[in-house]
């Protein structure tokens, strides 16, 4: 936030004009805040008063999505979910990346694509700094990626001091088949928030009619959005993208109402 100065008034003792006897009012003009004006008589300028909150410039709040995503179906959930953080007024979304862990070459043998350069690396303590965060990742065996898990590890400075207290995360997730832990792995990446002290907001059913469609397979749950990956090739239904924007637009409207005003 911005921080105005107020102009003060010189503690020098100026000598009446001419004509005006000692200890009669000064022909100079009084220091008036109602008028935002101060006149300095030796100069005859007349200077204007900046109120602190004049200067004030209104911060918009932000959530961190943050995420991993090897074969980027993760990735297309976070930049569709960014669409709906920043539709709310006030509120706008970063992207970030975790740090990969593997090897170029074991990631080469895998045929992962390269990473979107224009989404940077987050550092732990840059956590601090947003208003909300949506941690998004696929899963291992029901449980999140190594990688998120070693960035969450490299918290431990924020968790000595309880920096993250009070902020709201929520979840997005990724799986290979429809039994692979669309659930699971949220409710259990649950304990990193809980030792941080942070509150987890899921999306529940707030999607509406859409959390209860049969007619197509969906990923998602309760916990948050998620995709079904397949063998890799599969990309996300409409259907998913549109409860990873409205679960960017819910998490931003919470951020707002826990926000001081």
């Known amino acids: 936030m911005g921080k105005g100065g107020g102009c003060v008034p010189s503690k020098k003792k100026h000598p009446p004009p001419d004509g005006a006897a000692a200890g009669e009012d000064s022909a100079e003009a009084p220091i008036t805040l109602d008028d935002q004006t101060i006149t300095d008589t030796d100069t005859a300028k007349t200077t204007p008063v900046v109120q602190s ?54 990631l080469d043998n895998m045929k992962a694509p390269p990473k979107d350069p224009e989404v ?47 902020k709201p995360a929520g979840f997005f997730v990724s799986t290979g088949t429809q039994g692979g832990g669309q659930e699971t792995t949220a409710w259990t990446a649950i304990t990193q928030l809980a030792h941080h002290g942070m509150l987890f907001v899921p999306v529940g059913y707030t999607f509406g009619a859409g959390m209860f469609k049969m007619d197509s397979i969906r990923g998602g749950s309760p916990y948050g ?22 679960q960017g637009q819910y998490m931003a409207a919470i951020v707002k109402k826990l926000s001081p005003p």
């Open 120 to 166: 940077p690396e987050i550092t732990a303590s840059e956590l601090t700094e947003a208003d909300g965060v949506l941690f998004g990742f696929p899963t291992r065996y029901g449980c999140m990626a190594a990688q998120m898990k070693a960035f969450f590890d490299s918290t431990g400075q924020l968790w000595k001091e309880q920096k993250l207290a009070g």
């Open 53 to 106: 909150s004049a200067l004030d410039v209104t911060r918009k709040l932000r959530i961190f999505i943050v995420f991993y995503s090897m074969y980027g179906h993760v990735e297309k959930l976070a930049k569709r979910m960014k669409i709906g953080v920043d539709g709310v007024e006030g509120v706008e979304a970063v992207l970030f990346r975790v740090p990969e862990t593997l090897p170029a070459e074991v």
């Open 225 to 246: 959005a998620g995709v079904f990956a397949g063998d890799g090739s599969r990309e996300p239904s409409d259907t998913e993208l549109a409860l990873a924007e409205h």
